[in-house]
C-alpha cells in the first residue's frame, strides 16, 4: 500500500505548490493528487493531459414545483439555510438536508443530485496525476477531496508507486481536515510572517489533534530572521523536525512564469539542492516507517 | 467618505482573491487604517490573520454555538429514521445505541423532526468564538474557528452579524471560491480583488472573476506586487474591461513590515493618499449603481 505524504501551510500563498511540484520533479517517482479542489494550481506547472473526467456528484439540492407549490412558506421557516423561498430555492444556499422535502405537506418539493465539481485523471511529464475542481460556492470540499485522495492511492496500487505526494489547500477547515486524516506525513510550508507563525500553529494543532507526523520547512526565512529563530524554537520544544530553511528569491516567481518546476527552470540553483535534500529526508522516513 | 456613508446607511466593501497570500489582509488593514476609522471583520476564521497586523488589546469574546442532535437512548426504539433521514451521514444508528458525529452534522435539524419517539433534542455546541476589539479608531471583530472544527460558514455568519450601520465596513474574506468565500461576499456593495501578477495569481483572479459575475456584484482589482511577474494579469484585465483600482509595487520594506506585523501605510505614509484615492473610487462606483 502507497502511502501518503501532503504539503499544508495554513496560510495562503506560501509557497506549497511550488514546492510541492518541484519534489513531483526531483522524485519522478510519485503519484501526484492536487487537493487544493477550491484553487488548485499544481496543473499550471505540470500541464496535465486529461485521461479521464467525471462529474462528482455527492448531495443533492431541493427542487420545488412551481405547479403544485401552494407558497404555504412551511419550508421556508424550516429550512436552516435560508434557502427556501418559495417557489425558489436558493442553490448555493441549500445544504441537501431535506428538511424542506419532509415539510412541504404538497410533496411540491424533490431532492435531486447535485454536480459540486469535476475529477480529473491525468499523465503528466512525471508521471499519473489526480486532480478536481469544486464548482464555484461549493461545499462539498471534503469529500471532493477525499475521492482524490482514494483515486490517488488506487493509482498509486496500478502504477507500483510507494508514495502519493498531495498538494493540499490553505486553512485548517473541511478540505484540509479531509486532507490530513490519516497521512504518514503532513509537511508544513510556513513563512517567518506573525501570521505565518499564527497559521502555522493552528494547522500543526490540527494534525497533533489527528495523529499525523508533522514536519516544517520555513520559506523564505531570511525575510525576517528573528521570527525564524522563533520557529525554530517553538518547533523544538513541540519536537517537530525542521526539513530546512529556503532564503527568499526571485527564482520561485520565475519559475513559475517559465511554467517550469524549480529543478527543471534551474537545476543547478542553491535552492534546488535544498530541495533534494530535504525530498531525501522525506522518502527516508517513508522508508523508515515501513 | 461621510456623505456615501449617510446615503447609503450601510457600505460593506469586502477584500477577497482566489490565492491564498497574495495580500487581502494588508489591503483591508491598510485601507482601514488610512481612512482613519472603519469597521473590520475578519472573515477567514479557519486562519484569522488581521490580528496580527492590528494588535487588539481588551478583546471582547463571545461563544458561537450551533444546534447538535442529542439522543435520549432512554426514549429511543432504534427504528433507525434519523439515521436514513441525515444526508451528512452524521448519525450512525448501531445495534444497542445512537451515534451522533457531532462535527459532520450540518445543524439542520431533520433528525429531531423525523423522531417518532421525540427522543431528539437540540444542546447548543461550541464551534468557535468571535473576538471584538478596538484599535484606536479602527474596530475589529474576528472569528476563531475551533481546531478540528471543519465547517466554517455559521462562524462567517456570526463575524457578519458585526456589520454595523453608517460605518465603512471592510471584509476579509478567506481564500478560494467555495461556501465560505461566497458567505462572506454576497451582500458586499463592492469587492476589491487583490491579486499577484503570476501564472497561480491570473488563474485564480480568473475563477474569482467568473464568481464575482454570476452574484453580479461590482468589484476592481489591486495588483499587489505589481513589478514582479508578467503582464499577463494587466491583459487579462485590459481585455475584459476590469479597472485596476490600484497597484502595489514589490517592495522588500513592505514584506518586512507585514512579517513583523506592522501595517505598512504607517511606515510608508504616501500610501495613505491612494487607499483613500481607492474608497473614493468605490464610492463613486456604488452611488452610479444604486
Known sequence: ?290 | MQAIINECDLLIITVASGKGGTGKTTVAVNLAISLGHANVLDCDVEEPNAHTLLHPEDIRITDVTVPTPVVDQEGCTLCGDCGKFCQFNAIFVGKTKVLVYDEICHSCGGCVLVCPEKAIEEKARKVGEIKSSKTGDVYLTYGDLNVGEPMAVPLIKAVKEHIVKREINILDAPPGTSCTVIETVQESDFVILVTEPTPFGLHDLMMTVGVLDRLDVPYGVIINRSTIGDNETVKFLKERGIQVIMEIPFDRRIAELYSRGEPFVNELPEYRAKFQEVVRHIEETVRNGT
Open chain 1, 1 to 290: 500500500m502507497a502511502r501518503e505524504i501532503a504539503i499544508v501551510s495554513g496560510k495562503g500563498g506560501t509557497g506549497k505548490t511550488t514546492i510541492t511540484a518541484a519534489f513531483i520533479a526531483i522524485s519522478q517517482n510519485v503519484i501526484m493528487a492536487d487537493c487544493d479542489v477550491d484553487a488548485p494550481d499544481l496543473h499550471i506547472l505540470l500541464q496535465p493531459d486529461m485521461n479521464k473526467t467525471e462529474e462528482f456528484v455527492s448531495s443533492k439540492v431541493a427542487v420545488i414545483d412551481e405547479a403544485t407549490c401552494t407558497g404555504c412558506g412551511v419550508c421556508e421557516s424550516s429550512c436552516r439555510f435560508d434557502a427556501a423561498h418559495p417557489p425558489d430555492i436558493n442553490s448555493i444556499s441549500c445544504e441537501g438536508c431535506g428538511v424542506c422535502e419532509l415539510v412541504c405537506s404538497e410533496g411540491a418539493i424533490t431532492m435531486q443530485d447535485k454536480v459540486s465539481g469535476h475529477i480529473h485523471e491525468s499523465s503528466t511529464r512525471f508521471g499519473p496525476m489526480v486532480h478536481a475542481k469544486l464548482l464555484p460556492g461549493e461545499g462539498n470540499s471534503g469529500k471532493l477531496v477525499t475521492e482524490v485522495r482514494r483515486r490517488g492511492l488506487q493509482s498509486a496500487e496500478k502504477q507500483g508507486k510507494d508514495i502519493v505526494l498531495i498538494d493540499g489547500s490553505p486553512g485548517i477547515g473541511c478540505p484540509v481536515i479531509a486532507t490530513v486524516t490519516g497521512l504518514l506525513l503532513g509537511v508544513i510550508v510556513t513563512e517567518p510572517t506573525l501570521s505565518g507563525m499564527h497559521d502555522m500553529k493552528r494547522v500543526l494543532s490540527l494534525m497533533n489533534q489527528m495523529r499525523v507526523k508533522p514536519m516544517v520547512i520555513i520559506n523564505k526565512f531570511d525575510l525576517n530572521l528573528d521570527n525564524t529563530r522563533d520557529i525554530e524554537e517553538f518547533c523544538k520544544e513541540d519536537n517537530v523536525e525542521i526539513l530546512g530553511r529556503i532564503p527568499f528569491d526571485s527564482i520561485m516567481t520565475k519559475s513559475m512564469i517559465a511554467g517550469k518546476t524549480l529543478p527543471e527552470f534551474s537545476p543547478d540553483h542553491e535552492i534546488v539542492g535544498q530541495l533534494h535534500e530535504i525530498w531525501k529526508r522525506i522518502e527516508d522516513y517513508v522508508k523508515m516507517t515501513k
